[in-house]
């Protein structure tokens, strides 16, 4: 597609609920992160896909988070057992691994609310 | 030590006026460097891209990449209240020159 795409936009759900968020990235791009931001707070790295190399998970706040990406396209982060402290803007953003031009380029982001 | 630092700010400067700022990162053998402007309630816009050591120019903004220092900056040039943003500094780190790690941001405000 032409940007990448996220869904839904916002999110509302009770505490202790499961909540599955939806990245389709830019077409081609080899590369697929996402990130956490909290009202008035920077970034927070969260987990990279990079083709079919091992994701880097190091960024997960705890085991309630978990994110797939399947054939090497679309991706789901999964919030099991939501928590208040869960509530963010989670961002996707999506990039081409070559030598040069390797920007990340970020979809609207999912707004989750944990009530 | 954090892996990108920013002064948070807020940095604030007369509209007309260049803005200067500054990020610095830790990790030596980092190749890409990039710099994101972020309006409240947006996501993330990229501006510029460096991956050289000097200086970078496009329209009102030029980048700075000093690896040995191990520092990279923005100017913007005849600053203007649109410029009123948050502003994200991010390195890749691995040998793509990705998995980026972003700086906590420095809140700019062009005054009219």
């Known amino acids: 597609g032409a940007g990448v795409s996220q869904s839904p936009s916002n999110k509302v759900t009770e505490k202790g609920k499961d909540v599955e968020l939806r990245c389709d990235p830019i077409s081609g791009h080899t590369a697929l992160y996402w990130y956490r931001q909290s009202l008035g707070q920077g970034l927070e790295f969260l987990i990279y896909?990079?083709?079919?190399?091992?994701?880097?998970k190091s960024g997960l706040p705890s085991d309630r988070f978990s994110a797939e990406r399947t054939g090497g396209s679309v991706s789901t982060l999964t919030i099991q057992r939501t928590q208040q402290e869960d509530s963010a803007v989670y961002l996707c953003a999506s990039s081409f691994a070559r030598t040069a031009n390797t920007e990340a380029f970020f979809g609207q982001g999912t707004r989750l609310t944990v009530v | 030590q954090k892996e990108v630092e920013q002064n948070s700010g807020p940095l604030s400067v007369p509209e007309g006026a260049i803005a200067s700022l500054n990020c610095t990162y830790s990790d030596r053998v980092s190749q890409s460097f990039f710099w994101y402007r972020q309006y409240s309630g947006k996501s993330p816009e990229l501006i510029m891209s460096i991956y050289s050591n000097g200086d970078k120019e496009d329209g009102r903004f030029t980048a700075q990449l000093n690896k040995a220092s191990q520092y990279v900056s923005l100017l913007i040039r005849d600053s203007q209240p649109s410029d009123s943003a948050t502003y994200l500094c991010?390195?890749?780190?691995?040998?793509?020159?990705?998995?980026?790690?972003f700086g906590p941001g420095t809140r700019l405000s062009v005054l009219p």
């Open positions: 991010a390195v890749g780190r691995d040998n793509y020159g990705q998995n980026f790690v």
């Open positions: 896909f990079q083709g079919n190399s091992a994701p880097d």
